[in-house]
């Protein structure tokens, strides 16, 4: 899906903390859809933290 070029720590840490920010964002629907927002939420956060990656970082070598 997405052609990164990281070692395994620096893949999980992007995981990790897309998915805290992704679920911290999506709380709020948690009310509306139940658990299935908190995954969502992980998920997106996760995808957009890669792009963001890809985008900034990778982007300068």
Do not use: N, S
Not at 11 to 32: E, F, K, P, S
């Amino acid at each position: 899906m997405f052609k990164l070029d990281l070692g395994v720590p620096q893949t999980i840490a992007i995981g990790v903390l897309g998915a805290l920010i992704g679920g911290w964002v999506l709380r709020l629907l948690l009310t509306a859809l139940g658990m299935f927002a908190g995954l969502l939420g992980a998920i997106l956060g996760a995808v957009v933290l890669i792009v963001l990656y890809q985008k900034f970082i990778e982007g300068k070598k």
